[in-house]
């Protein structure tokens, strides 16, 4: 027996699937599982930008950091968040939020959607900020990163 399926309403990724069997008599039976693969293609994928980081700060100074995600695409966007790193990691603190990362859940289509971080400058040097976009599943979507160096 075959069956068509029509993968476009289903996420690209790992699915397992089972059939199901009846007689006449109503008794049944499941298959095993069958592991596909659907691809529907590529969705343009959100753009990220990172914005307020300074050059140069002194140790103890504060500033904002703002990372906006873009969607080109003509529908929205769901299912994304924006997490922040430093390196090296003692030259820079989150002051507001202390959560490294945060949602983004909807991007309308042709819109865009900001977070914010407030980071303060720790200990002096060269540092540099982060912000990953990621998918529903964890994956990196997209990166940008900005140096900074911290003076005494």
């Known amino acids: 027996y075959s069956a068509a399926w029509n993968t476009t309403g289903t996420a690209n990724g790992a699915h397992s699937l089972t059939v199901r069997a009846f007689d006449a008599a109503n008794n049944q039976t499941t298959s095993a599982a069958v592991s596909v693969t659907v691809n529907n293609g590529t969705a343009t994928a959100p753009a990220l930008a990172l914005t307020g980081v300074p050059a140069s700060i002194s140790r103890g100074q504060t500033f904002t950091a703002t990372a906006t995600v873009t969607n080109s695409a003509a529908a929205a966007a769901s299912g994304f968040s924006v997490a922040v790193s430093f390196t090296p990691s003692g030259t820079l603190r989150l002051q507001n939020p202390t959560v490294a990362s945060q949602s983004v ?13 407030q ?6 040097g060269t540092a540099t900020v982060t912000m990953t976009l990621r998918d529903a599943s964890g994956a990196t979507v997209r990166s940008v990163s900005q140096a900074i160096t911290i003076v005494r």
């Open 105 to 117: 859940p909807t991007v309308a289509a042709g819109g865009s959607q900001s977070v914010t971080w």
């Open 119 to 124: 980071i303060r400058g720790t200990n002096a």
